[in-house]
DNA sequence: AAAACTTTTTATTTTTTTTAAAAAGTTCAA
DNA sequence: TTGAACTTTTTAAAAAAAATAAAAAGTTTT
């Protein structure tokens, strides 16, 4: 669709409406060669004017920015149980609604055909033409290979890699990113300020998951394997954790372990207003804490303050800008904080906790979707017309 | 003394004998771009040709080294006790000796004018004309502040910065840097091939230092504070900490520790070659281990398993290429490895170690030494001639 | 209301890279 | 062992991009 100028789009597509001099600070390119650049853009009935914005003492700089219909982005976002697809445009907005699908992850062959099948769906659904779909992008916990298109915790497909295979069933091109990194990449391109130079973006879900960015870069270490803040052996608990070990953090920290404390607490005869529901879910506590059910706020702290004690080891070693809270679990944000905090001071170096600020997401529930968004756009030079897209079968 | 081609120089400084290709590619500028710059290096008397290299299938490069008495650089690497200085050469050369100060950091008001008065023997004794000299390049403990030119920790000056004074007094442009960082750096220079990109470079001294290298870059963290492993919070064993904390890794795998141990070990009767030995230095612990002596070695295995165990958590959030161990404990690197081996495959995800070598320097007792003329070498570029040199008083 | 200052935009010059061609070797096979 | 085919380095010419300078369009201050 669009060969050259990509981080041209880039720039527009992470900020909405930009000057000429904004894109020339964002791509590191000289302002004529943006100009020259920009101009061909409009040409192509990729990039609009859209006015003239305010100065603070000078002349008034012309903004542009991309036209929202150019193309569409659809977003995948997995966890363990749940799939949540939306179809998003070029001016990053959500079109139509965001579709739920219940899809577990772990021992079930038919993962791969029931994912496709949601994202055939939601493609005939939407009544878009077809060729307007830019690609793809699936965000999913696991261990990932985004390089090769292969996860190689979930969703194995035999003989070819998982994005080729999805790419030949949908018919459009496919990205994949682990979930973590996806929404390290969200809060870095529309999260606060804060977050886009150095910050640990915590993923409060079924995991607590880790996407590190340093010196403004996604870091995923030598082997892509780096952040496995989830699997961090900090407890002497004898839990066995999925990953074949003993005490990870994991074992106490997720929303997994959270849900697992509530049920035995309940067995146990706790009063909390948790006992009416019949099967206990995650979402559940979550409902009732924020209801201030004392109960529930009590697990959930006491979880918050083993993360906490892994955050402080964190600060030790990266002395981030910012550590922020995000997915699915950062929608009872304040519950976190302070418990967090706490855990913090008592085992950092007082130095450390002091340049260093602790914040939950603004993007809620949706980090992921806009990871997965992202994770298209960071890729969007891959699809220039000889990266030809093969056709469905 | 040179403005331009900084980045030449330093190409050809850390690897002896260059081709213009090669130096393209080090400098990322094109190959026309850099004969240029090399054909005026050579008009100015600071590079010259040094043969032709062999090549695999092609016209033989004629390659190009810097001339080693350009200029002359003052390496001082300090230590809680011990203050070792050297003069280096243009070719990355030792100019006679290394020189020992016996200068302790810790409550020592006289540090600084002890310092200076050592910087001051070594340059008059070389008997090189004092224009010859570059800068001097300290490399100490604490928190450094690079940028402002100060130690938070040691050595504090009053009035001015701590470079500054030093400046003014020694008549020389003057670096500072962090022990631990310095020697991440001289191993990406000069050490192993496998420590160039994502590497974790362990400081076995007193301390447990951590100097980072992330994407090839020496990462420090938001505020300068990154790596303080030796902080990390993993122990319950009440043992005070010099940080104000209990429980650090120090207090349990430093050479200070170990000394600690053995005294303590000895005083209960333990049967040990140390027992001849007045007053117990790390030093005679090392000699004794490497002589066999079963108790040196015992403690000494016992703190590197501590340190193993940091090393896994490293290893989980990091994922890095290679891990280093380096500083003035590496000499007995062999008497390291099996018991930190041991802590990591305990306490990591399988995936992790397999794909991270552990490895000793080859540096040996030279690092940290190498590391301050490294870091003059990366500051090149202040040493305009705007950026004048004040005159000693 | 005009002068002084800012910032953006356009035009011109200079720098740097890209591409192409030439030079100098190496390898392999008849 | 000799020359054709291939590699790599070096040099030369063309194209691209950046830096600089100038002009345009505002804002602020006096």
Redesign the interface.
Known sequence: MFLKNIDLIKGLYYSKAASLNDLSIYTGRSVPYVTKGIADLIKSDIVKEVGIRASSGGRKPATYSLIAETGFIISVAMNQFLTRIVIVNMSNEFVGEVQEFELKLNDNKDAIHSLIACIQAVVVNSGLPKDKFLAIGITMPG?IDAFLGNNLSFLKSPEETLVTYINKQAGLPVFIENDSTAIALAEQKFGLPIAR??SMIINLGWGVG?G?I??K?I???????????S???LHKNGKLCS???QGCLETEASLLAIEAKAIEGLRQGEVSSLVKYDTLSADDIITEALKGDAFAIKIISEAAYFIG?GL???L??????SIILSGKGSVIGKLWLSPIQQAMNE???P??TT??QLAVSNLGNNAQLLGGVTTVIENLYKLSPQASISEPA
């Open positions: 261990f130079n150095n880790l590190m340093i010196n870069e870091f995923k270490g030598h082997s892509g394997f780096a952040g496995e803040f699997h961090l052996p990953c074949g070990k004690q402080a080891i964190l030790h070693l990266m002395n981030p800008e085992h950092c170096i130095h450390l340049y260093t």
